[in-house]
């Protein structure tokens, strides 16, 4: 490994423990765990000196000397901290300034260059890397073990426990936006006291899992004819509609037909599916027969149609595919 190699290898922080330092890089698409590093280092700094003067630019907008003169020590001696957006968007003048100065850099700025990605700007990322400034990777969370690591550190960090299966309903019930998810965490730690149980998640995201139709199609493809019932009855008596429903239970049994026929050589790419979809999909489909998944899509194609206007009685056509689907799932292998 070269060098400069093992230098950008050592520089890596975690998102959480980003702090300033006179040179910073946090790097990704992931927005959410962007924004925390920078505030974290905000928040840091302003503590450090509650009278450090922050500067917003974007370095597309840029012009040249702005660097230097921002940079420049003050006569009263405060400190500075800029903080730099968009640098994945960079123009020229932006990043011949950034270049330089790396040759120069005062001690008391903190200069935050944030990428979101791509190619633009690398003669910038590589000279910040070789200069041996730390480096927060904020690439977004795609296995579902990874999302479920981010949450449970959001309630270890504010002192909070919740239990597995709690866990496991708060992932099922706000999907893979990792923004949706923090604002989730953040809601059972504002609102709830003690341990976090699936009592709590139920009580906050239960209606919403059942609106969408996913705890459904859940609870048929297990195999819980009652549980599947129980919840599309409570949905359609909530006002849902039936369409989205169906919907639900589709792309579900699509995932595990996917999966099934392609194997587990195939990449999540090439099935068009994040790869906790690809993890999770598996996991349901191995307890299927391929006569079962099959008549399966067919009672979900025969309910499709029926509740898009070919039958007389959508509720009906609904709990006809889940009792076909839950009887499916509990075939032997």
């Known amino acids: 490994m070269s060098p400069n190699k093992k ?6 922080v975690p998102w959480h423990r980003a702090a300033p330092a006179p040179v910073v890089l946090v790097t990704g698409s992931e927005s959410v765990l962007a924004d925390r590093a920078v505030s974290s ?18 370095a597309s907008s840029y012009e040249s000397g702005q660097l230097a003169t921002l940079t420049s020590p003050s006569l009263f001696g405060e400190t500075k901290l800029l903080i730099v ?37 690398k003669k910038l990322l590589d000279a910040v890397k070789a200069s041996g400034a730390p480096v927060i990777e904020a690439q977004p969370l795609k296995k579902e073990s ?18 597995p299966a709690a866990l496991r309903a708060l992932l099922d019930a706000v999907g893979a936006d990792l923004g949706e998810l923090a ?28 609106a969408t139709g996913f705890k459904v199609a859940d609870a048929a493809v297990a195999g819980r004819t009652a549980q599947a019932l129980s919840l599309v009855r409570h949905a359609v008596a909530t006002g849902v509609d039936p369409v989205p429903l169906v919907a639900a239970m589709a792309m579900k049994l699509r995932g595990m037909a996917k999966v099934s026929a392609l194997g587990r050589g195939t990449s999540p790419g ?38 898009k206007g070919a039958g007389r009685d ?12 839950a009887a499916a799932a509990r075939r032997p292998r």
Not at 184 to 205: K, M, P, W
């Open 270 to 307: 090439q099935l068009g599916m994040a790869p906790w979809q690809v993890d999770r999909a598996r996991r349901e489909v191995a307890r299927w027969t391929p006569d079962g998944l099959a008549d399966a899509i067919g009672a979900v194609a025969e309910a499709d149609r029926a509740v």
């Open 7 to 12: 230098a950008a290898k050592a520089n890596l």
């Open 146 to 163: 990874e999302r479920s690591d981010f949450a449970a550190g959001e309630f270890r960090r504010a002192g909070r426990t919740i239990r």
């Open 183 to 210: 604002a989730g965490c953040r809601q059972l730690i504002e609102d709830t006291s003690g341990t976090i149980d699936a009592r709590q998640v139920e009580l906050y995201y239960g209606g919403r899992v059942e």
């Open 314 to 325: 959508p509720v009906y056509a609904l709990e006809k595919m889940l009792t076909t689907v």
């Open 85 to 121: 957006d968009g640098v994945e968007a960079t123009n020229d003048a932006f990043l011949t300034d950034a270049v330089n100065y790396l040759e120069d850099i005062q001690s008391d700025v903190t200069l935050v260059l944030r990428h979101g990605g791509g190619v633009r700007g």
């Open 41 to 58: 280092i905000q928040d840091q700094a302003r503590e450090a000196d509650p009278a450090i003067e922050l500067t917003n630019l974007e």
